[in-house]
């Protein structure tokens, strides 16, 4: 994507004011149109009636990442709004619609120099028989970026069909009054004409990507437990999975839903679960199960800002480390973490792909700046990667279930093969599976865990590696798309750099890493944690050939492209 | 089941100023409970109309004190008997809303005053003490014209539409 | 079910692999593996259609000395993992062993819940009144007074009654048996594995290391006074009152074990694909 030009929207309103809806229905209306887009939310701390603002980024090309400033700002209503101003930044040129009736404008307007339309929304929407104030709002903003009052109603008219004709007009009446008040209004940024394109385009959330690509990768079964913010990777699992004949499982707790799909992989269907950091503390045991058992399992991790209870809203990358490292014992296993929205289905496809192949659990470290983000895709193509264990059939002789093998992969028995009976342990263990204290079996088995994974080709998903130039800047995750755009913008400046993104972040390839990183002169790398373990998990796995700066910053703000840009632009 | 009976006791006087006095400081802090819980949620008409019921309150709370003359009827509120769950003016919290409008803020006050001209009626009804029974029926009067009032104001504010409690947006996993 | 005849086809040594038990001599456990492999081959099941799955103790070890699949797993979470295991593969026979700490303590919450899903399998409980494996900690079925290193002069906390807990919870089959009357054991696990839905059986089986005193319960077990009902309220009625040494299978009940939602086809792809089109 070249440093492509957008519109960035923030709708902000409270107390059922409907502006996440809004937001979300424009979404949609630009994307049925052609465009591309994403959009987020932001929140305040209540269940309902809270004061929240839909983010929306629009673009003809596919967008990942926000904006580092917003162009236009509704104010359905200012309550509280002051809560994001350190997330709503704003420019002079930024354009803010407000109600004069519906609270004073908070400071990040007044003190951005913002230009600011006033609009009686409220007024308008009690002239129409169960008018709402955000159908005006919706009606407003479809006119400034060129939409018809059709296309900003069809969204809506979706979202409304169970509640009757009325709610509908209703709806409609306060879009064309919308429409019709902003005829007024100076706004000059247009979107360019989307590219025609013959490609199927998707819109869905990194949650519902991630359930997908689980899905395509062969999983049949999955145990839940909620937790915000993977709850809905579970949700859309549950009738999912049972139309292609699989199953979901509700747990009482995340110990028992790591168990329940160890269970069902032993029994030979690929599981999956998903939680975020304080339900994957809890796997940490039983991950080290199936990694000394040798059972594939996959653990979606959908971050969230941490430690402990943390911020469940809000988006950090520092469960690295506990992925990384948190099992007792010497105990490789496989770690993934996906770049984007459209990354999550393909990154979780050929997690299970892996797990399966070298029996080993795989934890994915999603986030939720992508797990509940929405985006417009390319319809990811279909890709080979299907989960396909190495199976024991027609058992002749002793079976051996951990039998050393030239690739570290010994074929699993699944229950119902005669002669392949075993015991499955997490005690040590001897070729056979007995338990043993043996030094001999105990180095065999640690070597054949490790060289399995090391061993295996993973080819060239293991990392994004994009551009050259003497500077390479080293992130991961939902980083890796500001860190692009970032690069993009100082192409346009005339600086080159390198962008590298491991994709498998265990087990780690140095040999790779050492080609990917050839002469570079100076590392930047960029993640969202106090603690720097990206960095850190840089210096522990690789040879860093260059002096390196490190820019980490912990959430709840995501970071800016600006910020890279410029963290680039000023270390030369 | 409690064992404490539904209503404190009134042996004479004292005790039923006292009664009547808590009622009305039930009443206030119960209203700027909600009038809390709009603010934080975002329904700043509800502050003011639960603001203003609780000031009201206050002022009847007053009054009664004036009524008792010298006795220190705030003090002996505090020693007399509850009543088992709610007092009779204590706004049914359960029938709270985020988005409830006036119309619905003056119904539960309705309630409240309707409650609480019962509950003196019925003093009057069984009371022996000739001085408390004409204090119930001095009681029952004040209560009476506070029902009217309420429904002086509930003219000023319409019953909602049926989709006063629409909200597109979903709530809220806040952990 | 397969229509060939296959009873009596297994052995009772077709059960047995041959990895020597750790258990102390004198261990009740060696007669709980016993009255599995004699059960195992009443049902005629053939060894590699039988999961046995647990945690950590010694009860736990079990799984390793059968000719059956066994699941070794982590502690308390042994009834978890066989749910995920029985709800896709309906076809094997899953028994769970744990013991009085594995089942009770750390794996308190997981029996519950168990017991309320109803999945179709037999959760066997070895109960010694005692930590045994880590060297005689009390466990939530220790009486008391009883005094160890961790609790001098005995926890001073009343212990759990686990056939309460599972009828309140909603078990399908509950049943208390004693690890020394090895046939009568089987012929109850055998009815446990036969009835649909949770099956839950308590062996009495003593430690003889550490809790020595545990050898008088061969005296003071007895057969339950009156045959099993189908009325929850006269089951706990009973349970709750009887002396914890009564045996037999005190309830049988009429749930539907749990059913997963029936499901589609399985190569159905593009139906889940729908809903994301633009």
């Known amino acids: 994507m070249t440093a492509s030009p957008s519109i960035s929207i923030a709708i902000v309103g409270s107390g059922g004011a409907g502006a996440l809806t809004t937001g979300d229905s424009l979404l949609e209306t630009a994307c049925t149109a052609g465009w591309h887009g994403l959009f987020t939310r932001t929140l305040g701390p209540q269940i309902r009636g809270g004061e929240a603002a839909g983010l929306l980024r629009l673009s003809a090309d596919p967008v990942a990442c926000l904006p580092d400033h917003y162009d236009l700002l509704v104010g359905i209503d200012w309550l509280n709004a002051h809560r994001f101003g350190a997330e709503i930044k704003l420019a002079p040129q930024t354009l803010v619609i407000s109600d004069p009736r519906s609270g004073e404008l908070p400071a990040m307007v007044t003190q951005a120099g913002a230009r600011v339309v006033e609009v009686p929304m409220k007024e308008m929407a009690k002239a129409i028989t169960d008018g709402r104030p955000n159908m005006i709002a919706l009606g407003i903003v479809a006119r400034l970026l060129g939409f018809t009052p059709e296309q900003a109603l069809a969204p809506i008219a979706m979202r409304l069909s169970s509640k009757g004709a009325a709610a509908i007009e209703a709806s409609n009446a306060g879009i064309r009054v919308g429409f019709g008040a902003a005829a007024g209004i100076d706004f000059d940024m247009k979107l360019p004409v989307p590219k025609p394109s013959s490609a199927r385009r998707w819109l869905l959330s990194g949650n519902e990507a991630t359930g997908l690509g689980a899905i395509r990768g062969g999983v049949r079964f999955a145990a839940a437990y909620p937790i915000t913010p993977a709850t809905e990777i579970l949700e859309w699992l ?335 | 089941m409690s064992k404490a009976p539904a209503a404190p006791k009134v042996a004479n006087l004292h005790d039923l100023l006292a009664i009547a006095y808590q009622i009305e400081i039930d009443a206030v802090d119960r209203y700027n409970l909600l009038a809390d819980q709009m603010e934080t949620h975002n329904n700043p008409e509800l502050v003011k109309v639960f603001r203003d019921l609780a000031r009201a309150e206050g002022i009847h709370g007053e009054e009664i004190r004036r009524m008792a003359g010298d006795f220190d009827v705030v003090n002996h509120a505090r020693h007399i008997g509850k009543f088992a769950s709610d007092s009779p003016e204590e706004a049914d919290l359960g029938s709270a809303h985020y988005l409830m409008t006036p119309w619905h803020a003056l119904q539960l006050s309705l309630k409240g005053e309707e409650r609480a001209l019962a509950y003196f009626t019925s003093i009057v009804n069984t009371a022996k003490d000739p001085e408390v029974k004409k204090m119930a029926e001095e009681l029952v009067e004040e209560e009476a014209e506070h029902v009217n009032l309420v429904h002086r104001l509930l003219r000023k504010h319409p019953e909602p539409s049926k989709n006063w409690a629409d909200d597109l947006d979903p709530p809220v996993s806040q952990e | 079910m397969t229509a060939v005849d296959t009873r009596n086809v297994y052995k009772q040594a077709d059960y047995k692999s041959d990895v020597k038990p750790i258990w102390c001599p004198g261990c009740g456990d060696y007669h709980v593996l016993m009255s599995f492999t004699r059960t195992f081959a009443q049902l005629g099941l053939p060894p590699e259609q039988v999961c046995v799955i647990s945690g950590i103790g010694c009860s736990s070890r079990i799984p390793a000395y059968t000719n059956c699949y066994g699941f070794h797993g982590v502690h308390g979470r042994s009834l978890a993992l066989a749910a995920g295991l029985k709800v896709t593969r309906p076809d094997l026979t899953v028994v769970v062993a744990s013991g009085d700490g594995d089942g009770y303590s750390i794996g308190g919450n997981h029996f519950m819940h168990a017991c309320r899903r109803n999945v179709d399998m037999t959760y066997v409980v070895m109960d010694n009144h005692i930590y045994g494996m880590t060297k005689g900690q009390p466990s939530p079925t220790t009486e008391p007074e009883f005094d160890t290193a961790l609790s001098p002069g005995g926890t001073r906390v009343r212990p759990f009654h686990p056939l309460v807990v599972a009828l309140a919870s909603g078990a399908n089959f509950i049943a208390r048996c004693f690890s020394g009357q090895v046939n009568e054991t089987a012929d109850v696990l055998v009815e446990a594995i036969r009835h649909p839905g949770f099956s839950f059986v308590e062996i009495l089986s003593p430690c003889v290391t550490f809790r020595p005193d545990e050898k008088a319960w061969k005296d003071l077990v007895h057969p339950a006074p009156v045959a099993a009902t189908n009325d929850p309220a006269k089951a706990a009625r009973r349970i709750m009152t009887d002396d914890g040494f009564n045996l037999g299978i005190l309830y049988r009940g009429n749930r539907t074990p749990y059913q997963p939602a029936a499901g589609g086809t399985h190569t159905d792809l593009s139906q889940l694909e729908k809903d994301f089109e633009l």
């Open chain 1, 238 to 572: 549950a009738p999912s999975l049972t139309k292609v004949g699989g199953t979901l499982l509700q747990a009482e707790d995340e110990l028992a839903a790591i168990n329940m799909i160890i269970g069902a992989s032993f029994g030979g269907t690929p599981a999956l679960t998903a939680t975020s950091g304080p339900g994957l503390s809890l796997m940490i045991e039983a991950l080290g199960l199936a990694t000394s058992a040798e059972i594939p399992i996959l653990v979606v991790d959908v971050m969230r800002g941490g430690p402990s209870t943390g911020i469940p809203t809000k988006s950090e990358q520092a469960d690295l480390n506990i992925a990384v490292y948190g099992m007792h014992g010497d105990a490789p296993h496989l770690v993934l973490a996906p770049q984007s929205v459209s990354d999550c289905l393909f990154t979780t496809q050929w997690a299970t792909y892996l797990a399966e192949a070298l029996q080993a659990p795989a934890i994915v470290l999603s986030d939720q700046f992508m797990g509940q983000a929405r985006a417009a895709i390319e319809r990811p193509a279909d890709v080979s990667f299907i989960g396909a264990r190495t199976v024991a059939k027609d058992i002749t002789v002793a079976y051996e279930r951990y039998a050393l093998a030239a690739n570290g992969v010994s074929p699993m028995a699944i229950p119902g093969t005669r002669g392949g009976q075993y015991t499955a342990d997490g005690l040590t263990h001897t070729q056979r599976g007995t338990p043993t204290s043996g030094e001999g079996d105990h180095r065999a088995q640690l070597d054949k865990r490790r060289d399995k994974l090391e061993q295996f080709n993973y080819g060239d998903h293991w990392s994004s590696i994009e551009g050259e130039g003497d500077l390479a800047v080293v992130t991961w995750g939902s980083v890796t798309s500001t860190v692009r755009e970032a690069i993009e913008r100082a192409a346009a400046d005339g600086i080159k750099a390198r962008l590298v993104a491991p994709r498998l972040l265990l087990p780690a390839r140095p040999e790779q890493m050492t080609r990917a990183l050839a002469g570079v002169k100076r590392i930047l790398v960029v993640e969202q944690t106090h603690g720097a373990q990206f960095h850190r998990y840089l210096r522990a796995h690789y040879d860093l050939p260059a002096p390196v700066r490190a820019f980490n910053r912990p959430g709840p703000l995501p970071i800016t492209a600006g910020e890279v840009h410029r963290a680039i632009t000023e270390w030369r």
